[in-house]
């Protein structure tokens, strides 16, 4: 390891030049990264909605609808015309409205029964569902937008995610600028050079820079990945240089070290402390890899990279950063801004069996009442009601009602069982109508007789399409009800069936992330537990450390159930595996410092000392990894983002108030184990 970190010491202004220019064409590249916003797209392959989506496309030219359009005092007329209008629209795939199904050339709108029409058009006002090509929602939505007018509405799942896509985008540079001069002013009083401050954000921002473009391997990214994981990799990889710096600077008061020593020494003895951070919250990253729900592999690859990125810029390139400018770090020293923690190392010596026993008390109470959340799983709810999303969403409501559109495939075989099948769904609770072939066509009107267009909409390569037309959310006990019923009735009557729609995908969403769940908090805990035992040779102490940051994230889900708040399941999962990985440095690093100090020091002086000694580095960080994220859940209308950065800000205030205040404790209860184990080992 010396021989390595020697040869990085002299060639340390060639490694400088690499990482600047890969960190500049990474900066390039990133533009040219593809960003999703459409959570359906990462279910797996084989749910039986994404199949079903796939094979409407393979054997129907009909596409399914992701757009609501609702147009106020209009004649039957005027609704065409807007319809005619609408299908131009670079990005429009196709519009859908009433004269779909029924040829209102021949049939007057007053002779159309009602539970077809009601759907459709009432109160002089229609509504319409188009379907639009994702890949370029946001221009098509600002085209439909600029033809219906502000005085109409339009909602949906394309239109959802038009406006992600536009507001993410300002709301991250708004985040990053506050992140970084909240940063330096954090770094400013809690570092002793004036000039330390702008050296770490050096090197964070190669980090961020190379680990940016590098996710072109990726090809497509998603939007979390993409919003939260620049963010994340800044508050999470803070600790990394800062502690670089320090030991440099311990191993330069030396008289017998040279810099060039000096920073060798330095990095040989950080390499250990700094290595089994970094790992352990790339494993809390790396728990998400494991979800079938592909979004969590999206983003625990990424974080895991960056991290890593942050790792080897620290090993390679901050050693000739620092070395650089160490006369300008001397010549800026100053005196630590932060007070002597004494006196509150005692108070918590004081409170720490208090708080040991409260948590004994509750610890089992969090974890029930966290495990009782009610959840989002899909988009429906992403914007609230107070954005223009949610007054159109309100207003579509207000007239039609809650709505969504399903389709159904059956094989064209059993004419009879199909008319039965539809009659079964149509009598469902929460289904409005279904416009079926079968249904339409009898005796009296022969199937030649139906239009080409709608009989192409509905009949086509030996399958037969019906139209579900239900008045469910698009989430939701009654939806996922209506999903489950309507599978059942068709695989009882054809056994092959495919069913998609918006409610649809949820409801496969919801099963697929509550699968999850239980693996990737287990394999997060586990590999935590793992690299604990392995590098404290000690089992009580990672118990200790797990059960400490755990009980906050207990703590943090059960505040939501107490208060009765939904959360974003994904925001759920994702923040309990980086509030483990992240945090858990923390318990680490005040475990190590109580070890240290017990050897030459009592029970009562070992606390003391390690919490007034901890805490200052404890609050660099957890301080940034509690502000930083609350801003992007103040800032960010993305329900999604929002919860991430809220539940994780609060969360690590959780965890810095439990490893400040209940860890203690647990090192002093245990302590004649940890010791009598310390000497065997």
């Known amino acids: 390891m010396k021989k390595f970190y020697e040869h990085v010491v002299k060639h340390r202004k060639l490694l400088m030049v690499i990482f600047i220019i890969v960190a500049v064409i990474c900066a390039f590249l990133q533009p040219m990264i593809s960003v999703d916003y459409d959570l359906n797209d990462y279910l797996p392959e084989d749910t039986p909605s994404t199949v079903s989506i796939n094979k409407n496309s393979e054997l129907f030219k009909g596409h399914i609808p992701n757009g609501r359009v609702m147009l106020k005092n209009v004649t039957v007329k005027q609704a065409l015309n807007y319809k005619k209008r609408m299908k131009k629209v670079k990005g429009v795939i196709d519009v859908t409205w009433i004269d779909d199904y029924i040829p209102l050339q021949s049939i007057p709108i007053q002779m159309i029964p009602n539970k077809y029409l009601k759907n459709y058009y009432k109160d002089h006002t229609a509504l319409m569902t188009p379907t639009i090509d994702e890949a370029h929602a946001d221009q098509t939505v600002a085209g439909i937008r600029k033809i219906i007018g502000n005085k109409n509405a339009i909602t949906g799942a394309a239109v959802s995610q038009a406006i992600a896509m536009h507001n993410t985008i300002t709301e991250i540079r708004t985040i990053s600028i506050f992140a970084v001069i909240f940063i330096f002013l954090v770094l400013l009083i809690t570092t002793t050079s004036w000039i330390e401050p702008l050296i770490v954000l ?24 993409n919003a939260a994981g620049s963010i994340l990799q800044l508050a999470v990889s803070l600790d990394y240089s800062v502690f670089l710096i320090h030991t440099f600077e311990t191993f330069r008061k030396q008289p017998d070290l040279d810099p060039n020593e000096a920073m060798v020494h330095a990095l040989v003895s950080s390499t250990s402390s700094i290595l089994s951070s970094g790992l352990t919250t790339v494993i809390g990253f790396l728990a998400l890899v494991f979800m079938r729900f592909r979004i969590g592999p999206d983003m625990g690859l990424a974080l895991a990279k960056g991290v890593a990125i942050s790792l080897i810029t620290d090993f390679l390139f901050m050693p000739g950063v620092i070395l650089g400018t160490y006369p300008v770090l001397e010549k800026t020293s100053h005196r630590s801004l932060l007070p002597s923690f004494k006196k509150f190392g005692r108070f ?45 969403t309100a207003a579509v409501e207000k007239v039609f009602g809650k709505h969504d559109n399903y389709v159904l495939i059956i094989p064209n075989n059993d004419e009879l069982k199909e008319r039965e099948l539809a009659e079964e769904i149509n009598d469902m609770k929460g289904v409005s109508s279904v416009i079926d072939l079968a249904e339409i066509t009898g005796p009296a009107l022969p199937v030649e007789v139906v239009p080409y267009t709608l009989r192409h909409q509905l009949d086509a390569n030996g399958y037969r399409r019906m139209v579900i037309n239900v008045n469910v959310n698009f989430e939701g006990k009654e939806t996922f009800a209506l999903v489950k019923k309507i599978r059942k009735a068709a695989s009882k009557s054809f056994g092959t069936y495919y069913l998609a729609g ?40 990672p118990f200790a450390l797990v059960i400490t940051i755990e009980s906050a994230i207990w703590v943090n889900f059960a505040i939501a159930t107490v208060t009765h708040t939904p959360i974003f399941y994904i925001a759920y999962l994702i923040v309990s595996s980086i509030q483990l990985g992240a945090t858990v440095d923390y318990a680490i690093y005040m475990t190590e410092n109580y070890r240290v100090m017990r050897e030459r020091e009592g029970k009562k002086e070992a606390i003391v000392n390690d919490v007034s000694y901890s805490l200052p580095s404890l609050l660099t960080s957890g301080t940034v990894l509690t502000v930083v994220p609350l801003m992007m859940g103040i800032i960010s209308t993305h329900g999604v983002l929002k919860e991430i950065g809220h539940y994780l800000g609060i969360g690590t205030i959780l965890s810095l108030l439990f490893v400040t205040f209940v860890l203690p404790g647990l090192l002093y209860v245990t302590d004649r184990l940890i010791i009598r184990k310390n000497k065997t080992a």
């Open 202 to 225: 050096l090197g964070l921002g190669i980090a961020i820079l190379i680990n940016g473009g590098s996710n072109l391997i990726f090809g497509t990214i998603s939007f979390v990945t």
């Open 348 to 392: 918590v010596y004081h409170v720490m069996i208090p708080c040991c026993i409260a948590l004994a008390i509750f610890v089992v109470p969090a974890y029930l009442a966290s495990t009782h959340n009610s959840y989002y799983y899909g988009s429906s709810h992403i914007f609230s009601s107070k954005t223009q999303y949610g007054k159109d």
């Open 502 to 541: 918006e409610g649809v995908s949820t409801y496969d969403l919801m099963d697929t992330i509550t699968n999850d769940m239980g693996k990737v908090n287990g394999i997060a805990i586990g590999a935590v537990f793992l690299v604990l035992l392995a590098t404290m040779r000690n089992f009580l102490l």
